[in-house]
């Protein structure tokens, strides 16, 4: 026989259990919960069996066991949990790829009826086309402004209809002729909001970063370091081959005014007294005779290695 708890210890084996889960989870998954049924809701746990515990509960008693389990164990980190608890929201704590947790939540979303009072999440429109109802309905489109033709005896949509804005109340004539169309326009299911991760709280919307995206935005950020290092003659590890770069090429351009010189000076030197040696690094004209792209491919090839060997030895690029 089940022995049927009391609602101060089903607190307290709430509290053990969110405890519990505090300390073995690290990532937590903070999800709006509105419009969720008990069974979407047990199908979701069913697909996150594994790895991946669905909590939900009072939002004052959640508070309040955090804070308590902060003072006992003094994990602060946990803390930043307390912001995020607003509104009809649950906990998923995982131990698996965040991303792939996410992706798995979004699954479960079951289509929902626009019912009377409802905020629409999106736009809602009605399409062109046959409606299946007969004359008599026509009274529904005439209230809500819905152009329309009678076609074999029933009604026919002409043309397409912006019926509800996102944001905007859903209106009792509005349901009505979505029900008698049959079309269920809304979906619902647990949506991320935040993600906390190891004490840290962002946005869901950095689980879609890719490898590019990173290598994209350090490179970025490398970028605009090494400018404001060059404009305030401020050496760091990013600006210091543009200082040394600079600095050497400042160093040749006195060694050219002057007569003072030393070995990459001279090679340079040499090059500037003898024009015709230029010539080396010039681009050699593709032979008229090549008969095939090989052949071609060959020439190119053969233009590029000069050039290549004539920068390593004077230690810069003439054409930078």
Request: glycine share 6%; proline share 5%.
């Given at each position: 026989?089940?022995?049927?708890?009391?609602?101060?210890?089903?607190?307290?084996?709430?509290?053990?259990?969110?405890?519990?889960?505090?300390d073995?989870?690290?990532?937590?998954?903070?999800?709006?919960?509105?419009?969720?049924?008990?069974?979407?809701?047990?199908?979701?746990?069913?697909?996150?069996?594994?790895?991946?515990?669905?909590?939900m509960?009072?939002?004052t008693?959640i508070?309040?066991?955090?804070?308590?389990?902060?003072?006992?164990?003094?994990?602060?980190?946990?803390?930043?949990?307390?912001?995020?608890?607003?509104?009809?929201?649950?906990?998923?704590?995982?131990?698996?790829?965040?991303?792939?947790?996410?992706?798995?939540?979004a699954?479960?979303?079951?289509?929902?009826?626009?019912?009377?009072?409802?905020?629409?999440?999106?736009d809602?429109?009605?399409?062109?086309g046959?409606?299946?109802?007969?004359?008599?309905?026509?009274?529904?489109?005439q209230?809500?402004?819905?152009?329309?033709k009678?076609?074999?005896?029933?009604?026919?949509?002409?043309?397409?209809?912006?019926?509800?804005?996102?944001?905007?109340?859903?209106?009792?004539?509005?349901?009505?002729?979505?029900?008698k169309?049959?079309?269920?326009p809304?979906?619902?299911?647990?949506?991320?909001?935040?993600?906390?991760?190891?004490?840290?709280?962002?946005?869901?919307?950095?689980?879609?970063?890719?490898e590019?995206?990173?290598?994209?935005?350090?490179?970025?950020?490398?970028?605009?370091?090494?400018?404001?290092?060059?404009?305030?003659s401020?050496?760091?590890?990013?600006?210091?081959?543009?200082?040394?770069?600079?600095?050497?090429?400042?160093?040749?351009a006195?060694?050219?005014?002057?007569?003072?010189?030393?070995?990459?000076?001279?090679?340079?030197?040499?090059?500037?007294?003898d024009?015709?040696?230029f010539?080396?690094?010039?681009?050699?004209?593709?032979?008229?005779?090549?008969?095939?792209?090989?052949?071609?491919?060959?020439?190119?090839?053969?233009?590029?290695?000069?050039?290549?060997?004539?920068?390593?030895?004077l230690?810069?690029?003439?054409?930078?």
């Amino acid at each position: 026989m089940t022995v049927k708890l009391s609602k101060s210890e089903k607190k307290v084996e709430y509290d053990k259990k969110l405890c519990r889960l505090l300390d073995e989870y690290s990532q937590v998954l903070i999800a709006a919960a509105d419009n969720v049924g008990s069974n979407q809701l047990q199908n979701i746990r069913k697909g996150l069996r594994g790895d991946s515990i669905v909590l939900m509960g009072k939002n004052t008693m959640i508070r309040r066991c955090i804070k308590v389990h902060a003072q006992k164990t003094g994990n602060k980190e946990c803390l930043n949990l307390l912001p995020l608890l607003v509104g009809n929201v649950g906990l998923i704590f995982t131990k698996g790829d965040l991303k792939e947790v996410r992706e798995e939540v979004a699954k479960y979303k079951v289509g929902a009826p626009a019912r009377v009072g409802l905020v629409a999440p999106i736009d809602v429109v009605v399409p062109p086309g046959n409606t299946g109802l007969d004359p008599s309905q026509t009274s529904f489109f005439q209230v809500l402004n819905i152009p329309t033709k009678i076609n074999k005896g029933t009604v026919e949509i002409v043309t397409p209809v912006e019926l509800i804005k996102k944001g905007d109340k859903v209106g009792s004539s509005e349901a009505a002729l979505l029900a008698k169309l049959g079309i269920r326009p809304f979906s619902y299911g647990l949506v991320i909001q935040s993600v906390y991760d190891n004490g840290s709280v962002f946005s869901p919307e950095v689980l879609d970063l890719t490898e590019d995206d990173l290598i994209e935005k350090f490179a970025a950020g490398v970028s605009m370091v090494t400018s404001l290092s060059l404009a305030l003659s401020y050496p760091t590890v990013a600006a210091a081959p543009h200082m040394f770069i600079n600095a050497y090429k400042n160093v040749l351009a006195v060694a050219i005014a002057t007569e003072y010189t030393f070995p990459q000076a001279k090679k340079l030197k040499e090059f500037l007294e003898d024009p015709s040696k230029f010539a080396v690094l010039a681009p050699v004209a593709a032979a008229e005779a090549a008969a095939t792209p090989a052949a071609a491919a060959k020439e190119e090839e053969k233009k590029e290695e000069p050039a290549e060997e004539s920068d390593d030895d004077l230690g810069f690029s003439l054409f930078d």
